[in-house]
């Protein structure tokens, strides 16, 4: 009898989405509401900042614990997971800022040295930096621990660009959203898929974190005066609505996505024929 490598044993169906269209929409909300969400505990109601990076942390850990248990993608349980990480990635940024004094200049190379030391170890253990490629225990805890850093790194760096340009929250959307184009167009043009979406990943953190101030912040400051329980209770609602559409269609399987290349190939064979 073959005896499998414990790697091989624990392989998996792909444990996270196709990136579509949704997945970027879904991405771009789960940021705004770690932004908003979290200054609504902490400020609003008064939780303060330790408290509530305690009780998100220990929310955290009880979703990721269900999610590695899975065999396979599930939206509610991924999407969720994705929304508390966003929520502690942005408290991160704020416990070493507000919390400590450390300026976000700082920060901002502490957590991109950070990723950069994960995505080395994960390339050196695993020869790939794939998210189609998260079928084992090890390759999802480097791709958890990649998505929690790029938050606090997101959240740092707009944060310190929002400080050194003292934009107003409409016009700090532009900056991120120009480069999540910049980044779009170097992929069409044939840069890295891999380099191109991580670098998108970590943009759409301050694009969403500044389109929640945008939200929330008061007429007075260039806003639309939603507040931040009423741009979390809006955000919320339509995860919630894009990840049952999900979760019904399909749509953003890895499975269903390798099964419509597989007949595009073969129609396009079929025409050389």
């Not at 305690?54 to 509610?76: C, E, G, I, N, T």
């Not at 999540?180 to 891999?194: D, Q, T």
Request: charged residues 15%; glycine residues 8%.
């Amino acid at each position: 009898m073959t005896t499998l490598a414990p790697d091989q044993r624990r392989r998996m169906s792909n444990k996270v989405p196709e990136v579509t269209i949704y997945f970027w929409v879904i991405k771009i909300l789960c940021t705004t509401v770690g932004e908003s969400f979290a200054d609504y505990i902490n400020e609003t109601l008064g939780f303060g900042l330790a408290k509530t990076t305690l009780v998100f942390s220990v929310a955290l850990v009880a979703v990721l614990v269900a999610q590695f248990r899975l065999k396979q993608y599930v939206p509610s349980v991924y999407w969720l997971a994705v929304v508390l990480i966003s929520v502690v990635g942005t408290l991160l940024t704020d416990n070493l800022t507000d919390g400590v004094g450390v300026p976000l200049w700082v920060s901002t190379a502490v957590f991109a040295v950070a990723l950069a030391v994960v995505f080395a170890i994960w390339w050196a253990r695993e020869r790939t930096l794939s998210i189609h490629s998260i079928v084992t225990t090890p390759r999802e805890a480097f791709y958890w621990l990649t998505v929690l850093v790029t938050f606090a790194l997101g959240t740092a760096a707009g944060d310190w660009t929002l400080e050194l340009t003292g934009w107003s929250p409409g016009a700090s959307v532009l900056l991120p959203l120009g480069l999540i184009a910049a980044v779009f167009a170097a992929w069409k043009l044939g840069a890295g898929p891999v380099l191109c979406f991580w670098l998108a990943y970590i943009l759409t953190r301050p694009l969403g974190a500044n389109i929640g101030d945008c939200l929330a912040s008061g007429h007075d400051e260039g806003g639309a005066g939603l507040g931040t329980l009423g741009t979390s209770v809006l955000f919320l609602a339509t995860i919630l609505a894009v990840v049952v559409h999900l979760s019904v269609t399909h749509k953003d399987r890895t499975e269903r996505a390798a099964i419509r290349s597989e007949r595009a190939s073969a129609m396009a064979g079929d025409r050389q024929d």
